[in-house]
């Protein structure tokens, strides 16, 4: 890892109309715009889905780190998070993330130590620490 601090430049292309493009050097462009419930056409990422699904990539790549640190096997993760946006004190904001995580795991696994890899890998996300909302996970450890 590099040593800190870590400094992350977006570049937003803002016209009076249209797709916003948000780039970073050496990574493909991807477009946002307005979400539904904002009147926007829905059919781009928004601010509010991208922040949505950076709390469950930070969950995800954590726990693949903290897995083969752990040295844990496992098969695969499937992430559900829900934010929820809310108008608190006259300001809308983030109120929560709710995130399902269910992870796929060879027959006789301990899914006890799966469960506390997977609590451990939220607790420790900096996303998600970077923000003043609610957290909740629930866990599902399939195996077979």
Not at 41 to 53: F, K, Y
Not at 85 to 95: C, N
Not at 108 to 129: F, I, M, Q, Y
């Amino acid at each position: 890892m590099h040593p800190f601090p870590h400094i992350y430049t977006v570049n937003a292309s803002v016209r009076t109309v249209g797709d916003v493009p948000l780039s970073v050097d050496g990574v493909r462009i991807i477009e946002s715009a307005p979400p539904k419930e904002f009147d926007g056409p829905g059919n781009q990422w928004s601010p509010e889905g991208l922040l949505t699904a950076a709390v469950a990539d930070c969950l995800a790549l954590n726990f693949r780190a903290i897995a083969a640190a752990s040295k844990f096997a496992w098969t695969s993760l499937e992430l559900t998070t829900k934010g929820t946006l809310d108008r608190v004190e006259g300001k809308m904001r983030f109120t929560r993330f709710e995130t399902h995580a269910k992870l796929q795991v060879a027959e006789g696994t301990d899914v006890e130590r799966a469960k506390k890899l997977l609590e451990r890998a939220e607790l420790t996300c900096l996303v998600a620490n970077s923000l003043n909302s609610e957290r909740h996970l629930t866990v599902e450890v399939a195996a077979g």
